[in-house]
């Protein structure tokens, strides 16, 4: 199994760009969750949706956007970019019930210059 | 306002000693709280669950308490290897989607 898989890795925008952050699980979790992690904090949760066509706000939404159209996927599109949103970007799925932890993916390192 | 505390950003042990970890909470009713492994570059690993109406949990080395009252988890690494060496984050679940809140972390250092 796959796991979490999110792409790309490294990215390097400029002020003002716009980019998706792509995210897929293969393992059939109806929940998705989007997290920021700067230096020395904690994860600070984005976005999150509990199944296709369902999303909802988390913590820090301000300067993004998701989509939740298949159970698999749940991108987060960056719309102008700021200097603010440097940050490193992790997916995150899990299954419904509260006996479960998350399964997160290796991240994304995004620097906005 | 709500917080979550992790006790000092770095902790050092010898190996073979117990490592023990602290995570406070204000202004939360968590139904459970979970704790997570992070090396560096990678993303966050499902350790642990424990559940409000549950005192203590354990896994193999690890071992996690969770005290309501005091508002309160420990986890504990007993006979720590220089393996352990990673950044530790206690969660509690505040939402009905199961969101979960991260405290910063603990980053924990074996030493041999």
């Known amino acids: 199994n796959a796991g979490v898989t999110q792409t790309p890795k490294f990215r390097i925008l400029k002020i003002g760009q716009s980019m998706t952050l792509q995210c897929a699980q293969d393992m059939n979790h109806n929940y998705m969750y989007w997290y920021r992690q700067d230096p020395g904090m904690g994860l600070k949760l984005i976005y999150y949706s509990v199944g296709a066509g369902i999303t909802d706000k988390g913590e820090v939404p301000n300067g993004y956007n998701v989509s939740r159209s298949t159970t698999e996927d749940f991108p987060l599109r960056l719309e102008l970019a700021a200097p603010s949103q440097t940050s490193v970007y992790f997916c995150a799925s899990s299954y419904e019930g509260i006996n479960y932890g998350y399964t997160f993916g290796s991240g994304t390192r995004l620097t906005v210059v | 306002s709500q917080k979550i505390e992790q006790n000092s950003e770095a902790l050092n042990i010898q190996e073979g000693k117990t490592a023990t970890l602290t995570c406070n909470y204000t202004n939360y009713s968590p139904a459970y709280l979970q704790w997570y492994r992070q090396d560096p570059g990678r993303g966050p690993v499902f350790l642990l669950l424990?559940?409000?109406?549950?005192k203590e949990k354990r896994k193999e080395r690890l071992k996690v308490t969770f005290d309501t009252t005091l508002k309160q988890s420990l986890f504990h690494i007993t006979a720590s290897q220089p393996a352990d060496s990673a950044t530790y984050l206690c969660a509690l679940a505040t939402g009905s989607a199961r969101q979960l809140t991260f405290g910063s972390g603990t980053q924990l250092t074996v030493l041999p």
């Open positions: 424990i559940r409000e109406n549950e």
